[in-house]
């Protein structure tokens, strides 16, 4: 829904001081909203489906905040994950994501792919993970599996650092070098004795994943005792999402399940293509 602020001079009420004269009307202000929440939902708002991305004066015009005031909240908003900004302007976070899983592509994704999900996960008797890349991070859109999966601490809507897991490497060597580059010199942190976050380690096990055809691994790297394998969705070059099977780590044989998973990789990026190409 598309909130526009109207011209004060435009709203007007009936003016009721004199019962015997003929009802005039006189113009008066919308009152700006006072509570933050009701400032936040009034920017949320402005965002559409025509509309996915706005400039901070396309922001401004449409709320009827002040300027300053919708510079304030935006930064707030942006370092909360509500909102995100790109070189177009503003868009909407990953927030809604980690609430409900209500984003309307990500619920696509989840859609489309479930069942190869769901297929890979019986087959292997591991737990498979659908992710997407945010920022620096694997948020999860989908998890399945048998008794194991209660053991891992992962979740729809969840959060892992991308460097420590292979649905992140696997997503981040995917991505243009410079883009890549900002997170690999950020120096990640160490999330067990095995996590790659050195720079330069981490940049060559992105190429190793590249050279695997973006096949990647997490070695117990997120979590002691936990191994996973996993490869990018592809859909016209980019890589949406990708998938992965997660195991103990003594029992997991890395080049079957690398094959396994890269197969069923494609096949759910086939399957996301006609979905992609109505838009």
Known sequence: MTVTAPPVAERA??????????????????????????????ILDTFDTRTPTLTLLEIVE????????????????????????????????????????LAAEHNEIRDAVAPLL?????????????????GREVVYLDKVGGRFAAALP????????????????????????????????????????????EPDALRRELDRTR??????????????GIACVAAPLRVRGAAPAALSLTGPADTMGFDRLARIVLEVAHE????????????
Not at 17 to 42: F, K, N, Q, W, Y
Not at 71 to 93: C, E, F, K, N
Not at 118 to 134: K, S, Y
């Open 211 to 224: 050279l695997r055809q973006g096949v990647a691994v997490d070695h117990e790297e997120s979590m002691a």
């Open 62 to 101: 449409r709320t009827g905040l002040p300027r300053s005031t919708v510079h304030r909240i935006l930064d707030q908003m942006i370092r909360l994950r509500w909102l995100a900004h790109t070189s177009g302007g503003y868009r909407l976070g990953m927030r809604t994501l980690e609430l409900g899983g």
């Open 154 to 197: 992962t979740r729809l809507g969840g959060r892992m650092p991308a460097h420590a897991t292979a649905l992140g490497k696997a997503m981040l060597a995917t991505l243009e070098p410079p883009i890549a580059e900002s997170v690999v010199r950020t120096r990640p942190a160490r999330l067990t004795a095995r996590t790659v976050c």
């Open 118 to 134: 769901h297929e890979l996960a019986q087959r292997t008797g591991l737990v498979g993970h659908l992710g997407v890349l945010d």
């Open 268 to 279: 759910a990026g086939r399957t996301l293509l006609p979905h992609r190409t109505r838009r």
């Open 13 to 42: 009420i009936p003016d009721r001081g004199h019962a015997t004269e003929p009802r005039a009307m006189r113009p008066v202000a919308r009152p700006i909203p006072v509570s933050m929440i009701e400032r936040m939902t009034l």
